[in-house]
């Protein structure tokens, strides 16, 4: 029972270009969520985060925008930056423990 | 460095043998998380400890698998009998308490069991 789900497992955008990657979960209860970035043979880093009281934060090119209507979470990367290829994981804090979707690629094409 | 350190990084076994894994947290950082993660799969939950204490265990983790964290500083993965099921990368994370935006990961150390 996947409870963050990612639909796409890869997404390919132009440098300088805005990247969206996706997210939906299955719980209303979760109020805390999470992105995390993952470089190959690394491991996972936190990169932004959302409580289920806001619908919008934002980082510099990272803004992450929680719609709890639809139970859906996104996280938008403006411009877009070679450094930015890698896998995108979102995530929930439940119960002190963080809870991972499978994750997306992104590849930023030059 | 100061961050999560995890060793080895790289495991070949053959099945049927033992394995053991070595976290080291960051330094004060109260908890300490056990992880895996396999090709295509996001990092799923197998254990965490509070100081010594293990407060959950996940059902993936079998009666083969078992952590420790004798003084609430380093933890140890051991792994017996290896199946080639159990080829992964395992990551450890450590928190001093926090949000989730103050767990940081490990490296993570690689399984591959033949």
């Known amino acids: 029972d996947q409870q963050v789900k990612q639909n796409s497992p890869s997404l390919s955008v132009q440098e300088g270009r805005i990247s969206i990657l996706n997210c939906d979960y299955t719980?209303?209860?979760?109020?805390?969520f999470l992105w995390y970035k993952k470089y190959p043979a690394e491991g996972p880093t936190f990169l932004i985060s959302i409580s289920s009281i806001k619908d919008k934060n934002e980082d510099g090119r990272f803004t992450v925008f929680l719609n709890k209507s639809a139970k859906h979470l996104s996280l938008h990367i403006v411009p877009s930056q070679p450094g930015d290829s890698a896998v995108y994981f979102c995530?929930?804090?439940?119960?002190?423990?963080?809870?991972f979707g499978k994750g997306t690629r992104l590849h930023i094409l030059p | 460095d100061t961050g999560v350190s995890q060793d080895p990084r790289h495991k070949i076994t053959k099945r049927g043998q033992n394995v053991t894994f070595r976290c080291d947290p960051i330094?004060?950082?109260?908890?300490l998380y056990w992880y895996r993660q396999t090709l295509g799969q996001g990092p799923e939950f197998l254990t965490y400890?509070?100081?010594?204490?293990?407060?959950?265990k996940s059902r993936l983790l079998s009666d083969r698998f078992s952590a420790e964290r004798p003084k609430g500083s380093f933890s140890t993965l051991e792994i017996q009998r290896t199946e080639q099921g159990d080829s992964a990368m395992y990551l450890c994370?450590?928190?001093?308490?926090?949000?989730?935006?103050?767990?940081?990961f490990g490296e993570g150390s690689w399984l591959t069991v033949v």
């Open positions: 994370a450590s928190d001093p308490g926090g949000s989730g935006n103050t767990i940081y």
């Open positions: 330094s004060e950082h109260n908890r």
């Open positions: 400890f509070q100081n010594e204490a293990q407060l959950e």
């Open positions: 995530a929930v804090l439940r119960d002190d423990k963080i809870i």
């Open positions: 719980n209303s209860m979760f109020d805390y």
